[in-house]
């Protein structure tokens, strides 16, 4: 039998050690949140500061005047290249030809724009693999108001809010993965 004195000692010893038990859990997940940060970022593009989209303002393809802000209530998938189309810009319209179609039923809140940037006209061949594409021919300074410039695709909001830039080559899985998300968190366009 133990001694008197040495039972609440033995009790104290247990309640401090149930309680270490329960607490330490939640000391380790602040110690791993504050100490341990990860990665945050989700999206594969460059999130750009939400701001509105400078005006672009230019001709559509049968020479009547076009805006960007015309497209308001979509979201537009912007590249912007000379009408020459290079090989660089063919897969920038591909990847957003293809972006767009993995949307799904939900590809219909999605416009394609390509702001041609010289008076050269696109290859009937390219504009035949790409229906469906918006084409606005804008003088070359109106691209600079473009945050990355020529060298991305945009993502622009049905507010005509700038939100994401991709690089000019980008992973169209992860640039689809991305606008799927905009798409579900969207309640407009």
Known sequence: MTPPAAEPARSRRTLWLILAVCIAPVVASYAAYYFFPRESKVNYG???????????AGTG?????AA???FKGQWLLLV???GGCAADCEQRLYATRQARAIQGREQDRVTRVWLVTDDAPPAPALLAQHPGLEIVRVPEAAISALPRGRQAIYAIDPLGNQVLAWPADPDIK?????LGRLLKASRIG
Do not use: N, Q, T
């Open 174 to 178: 992860a640039m689809a993965r991305d």
């Open 61 to 65: 393809v049968s020479g009547a005047p």
């Open 68 to 70: 960007l802000a015309s």
């Open 80 to 82: 912007a290249a000379p």
């Open 46 to 56: 460059e999130l750009l500061p939400v701001a509105p989209l400078p005006p672009v």
